[in-house]
């Protein structure tokens, strides 16, 4: 039974839809501390985010235990504000992720917890809710639903402005959104003014090479694309490769290198490793997914750039230790090298890649 008993409710207190805030009928079976206008929406919250956090509410929206003295209510009030900080990342991360995944509608909800999340923590004014307005604003583009996109973007420049300590990263993030406005509205001055605002920001942030910047790149480069201004989209489309390739490399050369020396003595598997959250993961599969249709459909295609992302793709899935993926990619690479005759060099890579990724033994859990 998930129906709210309405005479149960304690008089004054007003229960809302975690989705829509509109007047709650309905109650999660599994926590009963998170509420519903009806099934379509109760649906809609599990399916994003409330699977993965059901639990978690519970000691959030219940009544804090007696304690027997302030030393024990103060590390009690540490707690929750140590799990409410956990919620905020989490939430964040998992709508960040199906907004790179283009799953637009499934991020609001995950969105919204993370914002809900922030005002209880650091207020209704604080620059930390800013984040979480972005990504509101970036699933309603999504969505196609400008208006809505305009407001969250609206409440987010007005919290930067407020703002004394702001970020790099905050502002980068801003103008990166407004970018993506401006590009649903076909006004490419605005969204080129924004995005080079986007990599400045950045690049004070994370470097110019960093895999934060790239996106910046890759949306201006998307621009100069529909605009027709092929070798500047082409150059740019290098560029953010190029910046995958020497981080995914770093990594893939360390693991290589373990290998060879046969450092894991005790026969287990050895643990790949991005250095990326899964929200970045979705947004590097998503940019060089891109980067490899774009590349494959110009007119005149270049197999040396084809191979490279596909090479840059396969070394990617190999640390996501996802080694059927990463092998259709390598495989890819090695068919084009071979029909287009590219140098030994690029052979040799995509020969050592293949060689890695087809030698994977798994080992049984212990």
């Known amino acids: ?33 998170t509420y519903y206008c009806d099934v379509v929406h109760q649906k809609t919250d ?22 027997n003295s302030e030393e024990e209510r103060q590390h009690g009030l540490q707690q929750l504000q140590k799990r409410q900080k956990h919620l905020i990342e ?52 999504g969505l196609d639903q400008i208006i809505q996109a305009e407001e969250y973007l609206s409440q987010a420049q007005w919290t930067v402005l407020k703002s004394t300590d702001c970020s790099y990263a905050t502002h980068s993030l801003l103008h990166r959104n407004l970018g993506l406005l401006f590009i649903a509205k076909e006004n490419y001055d605005e969204a080129r003014y924004h995005l080079a605002n986007d990599i400045y920001f950045a690049s004070c942030a994370f470097g110019t090479e960093g895999t934060r ?7 201006l480069a998307n621009i100069f694309l529909d ?12 560029k953010v490769c190029d910046i995958w390739d020497k981080y995914l490399n770093n990594h893939y050369q360390v693991l290589s290198e373990a290998r060879v020396q046969q450092i894991d003595l005790l026969g287990k598997r050895f643990e790949t ?12 599969i998503r940019i060089l997914t ?29 640390l996501m230790m996802n080694s059927s993926k990463a092998h259709e ?29 087809s030698t994977e033994v798994t080992y049984p859990i212990l």
């Open 273 to 284: 490793d991005t250095g990326l959250d899964e929200a970045q993961e979705a947004e590097a």
């Open 46 to 67: 599990w399916n994003s985010i409330h699977e993965k956090i059901c639990q978690l509410l519970i000691p959030l929206r219940t009544t804090m235990p007696f304690y």
């Open 1 to 33: 039974m998930n129906k709210i008993y309405q005479l149960a409710v304690p008089k004054g207190r007003r229960i809302c839809c975690e989705v829509c805030e509109a007047p709650a009928e309905r109650v999660c079976p599994a926590c009963t501390v």
């Open 329 to 357: 990619y390598a495989m890819r690479a090695f068919n084009i090298v071979q029909e287009s005759q590219l140098g030994a060099q690029e052979q040799n890579l995509i020969e050592l890649l293949l060689n890695i990724i």
């Open 213 to 219: 910047t790239s996106g910046g790149y890759f949306l």
């Open 90 to 141: 989490f939430c964040y991360t998992v709508a960040q992720k199906y907004i790179f995944e283009e799953r637009y509608k499934e991020a609001v909800p995950a969105a919204l917890h993370s914002l809900r999340f922030r005002m209880n923590v650091y207020g209704l004014s604080s620059v930390e809710l800013v984040p979480a307005y972005l990504l509101l604003a970036e699933a309603s583009i």
């Open 290 to 318: 891109s980067i490899l249709t774009i590349r494959e459909s110009t007119p005149i295609k270049v197999p040396l750039k084809i191979v490279f992302v596909l090479r840059v793709l396969a070394m990617l899935y190999y």
């Open 227 to 238: 605009l027709s201004k092929l070798d500047l989209a082409d150059t740019l489309y290098t």
